[in-house]
């Protein structure tokens, strides 16, 4: 078995609507993994398919060598999931939660306290072992998810938008140990729709767009699809309605993206071309510029290109801070 | 395979039993619904209460365990911590009766206390503990599988006890809780035959009657047949809800 998983052609209708679109791709033992997209592109539906939640409509799927359709309770055994909520028992401790999944996984009963200490202190809740779930802050409770499914020691760890909901200090914090985990040799698939993130962990990224994979490749190759290419952001002072649209008609052939606040950024083209059509712009519609920068390009720019989304999409669907 | 469904269901049902058994839901439609039934019928007749005991044994073991079964599959439906059990290494059927049994000790907890309190305090020592036994365990199984079909149906606590309620309280009327079936119009009396509470009823009445009457074996066995009638609809809900 040389993949962690192996999916071809993988569908899913829930009624008429098409979840998830003829998928195909394959996650390499001890790679990081990333399905990137925004909010609604069929990333959770691939993971509960793959993890014997939902069952494809269409296509197969191999996770560890086992026939997702057929042999899922084999696989189940050697796969961890970190669903998008953190869903363990809000009445039971932290230590008894764990305890209660090495069970359910059948560790012997001598290892399964010395497994569940090992993933609080390795995780920093030992102190916290004895508090009932509920009471644990959302970053505590997101690392406690993950211990849980690590508690048997599985050798592909599904991580479903682990950071979604965490503050800045407590999402760095599990990045951090989900990068530890691929020295440990666990091959992990992770879904997010933050680009910093997949660009941060993931080995390879696959980029994913109302259901259908559009490119998987790694980090580096996906950013260099840019990296020829001239990138202009341009700032403008106050709110500039429609300003992208406009400036698109007299920029012909060039990709103009709305950003983040009163932002556009202009990719390709003569970078003097460019700067001198902006100028004339702003003079003609009145409107002030604030700065104009060339940009090096990031994942995100080379998301925009591949996907031909803007950014704000991944944000504005999932609405919730960083 | 086996084994590790086996573990599972009891893990599962060990630690419904430790999470959920103290819930509000579970206290007053599990325990002090019944209690006041039972209090409500003592003080209306006193002098010939021992004749109403099979009844209210059974009306305990249906309410016990279909509130059971509202709080140990809904509050996991509804913060999606049953997903959690389903993806451990279990089969689906594993996982339901895991919770199946979980309501069941819970109802068997309460028919104990309640048939030990009846014999005790109304000295009905005669009863047949065997026929006891052959009753209450399969209907304690029928009950807490129909709490099952009924609340993977919905997804909040209150709209499964609401939904559960409709069968309760037919059953209740119809099935010789109260009211002796022989003395109900046909038309009923053959309604009352296709519900389980009335084997469960009738059983019970052998149990403690010192000369039995009816074969106990045959409300077992209907009572087995109502457990296969609502196990195997509900595991196919609750995997039709995750496929």
């Known amino acids: 078995m040389n993949n962690a998983i192996e999916a071809s052609n993988l569908t899913k209708y829930y009624g008429d609507l098409l979840a998830v679109d003829h998928v195909s791709f394959e996650v390499r033992q001890g790679e990081v993994f990333g399905f990137l997209g925004p909010n609604g592109a069929g990333k959770t539906t691939t993971i509960r398919m793959l993890t014997g939640l939902s069952r494809p409509t269409a296509g197969s799927a191999r996770v560890l060598g086992f026939d997702v359709n057929s042999e899922i309770v084999k696989a189940k055994k050697h796969i961890g999931v970190v669903p998008e909520i953190s869903n363990l028992y809000d009445e039971m401790s932290a230590m008894d939660n764990l305890l209660f999944m090495a069970q359910l996984y059948g560790l012997p009963r001598d290892q399964r306290k010395i497994r569940a200490e090992e993933l609080l202190r390795s995780f920093g809740l030992y102190e916290r072992r004895d508090s009932p779930f509920r009471t644990l802050s959302r970053g505590m409770k997101r690392a406690l998810t993950v211990a849980a499914a690590l508690i048997h020691s599985p050798k592909l760890l599904f991580l479903d938008e682990p950071t979604v909901g965490l503050d800045v200090v407590a999402a760095r914090s599990l990045r951090a140990l989900i990068g530890n985990l691929r020295h440990r040799g666990i091959s992990i698939f992770l879904t997010t729709h933050y680009l910093e993130e997949a660009d941060l962990l993931c080995d390879r990224i696959a980029i994913l767009v109302k259901g259908r994979i559009v490119k998987i490749d790694t980090p580096t190759k996906l950013k260099a699809v840019t990296e020829e290419e001239a990138v202009i952001e341009v700032s403008f002072k106050g709110i500039v309605s429609g300003v992208a649209k406009e400036l698109s008609e007299r920029l012909a052939g060039l990709q103009v993206v709305p950003m983040y606040d009163h932002k556009v950024r202009v990719y390709g083209g003569a970078p003097g071309y460019v700067l001198e059509t902006v100028l004339q712009f702003a003079r003609d519609k009145d409107v002030e510029i604030d700065s104009v920068n060339s940009v090096k390009p990031s994942l995100e720019d080379a998301f925009i290109k591949i996907a031909g989304l803007s950014p704000t999409i991944m944000a504005i669907e999932k609405g919730e801070g960083r | ?243």
């Not at chain 2, 049994?101 to 309460?110: D, E, K, Q, R, T």
């Not at chain 2, 028919?111 to 009846?118: E, F, K, N, P, W």
């Not at chain 2, 209907?222 to 195997?232: A, E, H, T």
């Open chain 2, 1 to 243: 395979m086996w084994p590790d469904n086996l573990r599972g269901i009891y893990y599962i049902a060990l630690k419904d039993m430790r999470t959920y058994y103290l819930k509000p839901p579970a206290i007053s439609w599990g325990i002090v619904f019944p209690i006041a039934w039972i209090l409500a019928f003592y003080l209306r007749n006193p002098w010939h209460f021992e004749q109403l005991v099979p009844g209210l044994i059974a009306m305990t073991v249906l309410f016990s365990t279909t509130a059971a079964e509202a709080v140990v599959i809904n509050f996991e439906l509804r913060l999606g911590s049953l997903e959690r059990l389903l993806l451990a290494p279990l089969s689906l059927p594993a996982v339901l009766l895991g919770k199946v049994l979980g309501g069941a000790f819970f109802g068997l907890i309460m028919a104990t206390v309640v048939t030990l309190g009846a014999i005790l305090a109304l000295g009905l020592f005669q009863v047949n503990l065997l026929y006891l036994m052959l009753i209450l365990m399969p209907s304690l199984l029928v009950f807490s599988s129909l709490g099952a079909l009924l609340c993977v149906l919905v997804k909040e606590v209150f709209e499964a006890q609401t939904l559960l309620n409709l069968p309760r309280f037919l059953m209740i009327f119809l099935s010789g809780v109260v009211y002796p079936i022989s003395a109900m119009p046909p038309m009923l009396r053959s309604l009352a035959y296709l519900l389980p509470l009335t084997y469960t009823v009738d059983g019970l009445r052998q149990a403690f009657s010192p000369t039995p009457q009816t074969m106990i074996i045959v409300d077992t066995l209907v009572l087995v047949g109502f457990f296969i009638l609502f196990i195997i609809p509900a595991m196919k809900l609750l995997a039709r809800k995750f496929t």
